[in-house]
């Protein structure tokens, strides 16, 4: 059973209560809210403005939030990085499908594989980290492309050398971007055995705090055990994950 520290959890109603007003509240407003005794608000009040949470307006005498969550809130974010926000969850998703989970992010034309979650299963995968592959035919790629705009796709497409890898690799533009859409509506890729045959990829962007897109995260396996049954089930995983692993980097979905 979890232990509540009451004056804390208090405190934090309070903190709660008043951030959603912009001009602030009074003690009784906040009473009201919370039922609660005055001289009790009053008392986690003090503390608050001890500790730079709240200021009281010298006109009005209401009490309204300061930034200091915010500035709290922002070093959280400017100290964590796509590795280790993406740790506990890429071993979950690892766990979730026991397939090999990878993480990568963009460098140009091309993704790099920065960590990698192996799966006790009899087949490896040939990634290793520190590997580059092009974007364009790879599951992490296509999710990593989709969150770009079309003139930067297309920028993109036209310095990438692109080759048929499989007999199932893209290599028209018009067909990508008839892709991408499909991965914007869907909020993950498929790599159909696009850069290495027999092996399906299902990829989902990390995006940052300001909405870019910083990295992507994808499962990987051979197609007989990554069937089309589970396309979607796992591309539904992935694309949670990426989201958990985005507002660890301080996202904040529209």
Known sequence: MTEIVQSIERALTILEIVAEYNAGLGIT?????????KSTIHRLLSTLIHKGYIIQDPVTLKYRTTLKLY???CKRVENTDILTASRPYTKKLMEFTNEVVHLVVRDGNEIVYIDKVEAENTITMLSTIGRRIPLYCTSVGKAILSQLDMEEVVKIWRT???????????????DMVEELTKVRNLGYAVDEEENEEGIRCI???ILNKDGDVEGAISISGPIMRVTEDL???YGEQ???????ISKELG????
Do not use: F
């Open 29 to 37: 407003e906040i009473s009201n809210r919370i039922d609660l005794h």
């Open 251 to 254: 996202y904040i979905p529209k």
């Open 231 to 233: 396309i979607n089930i």
């Open 160 to 174: 990438s050398n692109i080759i048929r890898k499989t007999p199932n690799t893209i290599i028209n533009l018009e």
């Open 71 to 73: 500035e709290l809130g």
């Open 238 to 244: 992935a694309k949670n994950y990426a989201l958990q």
């Open 203 to 205: 990829g989902a962007a």
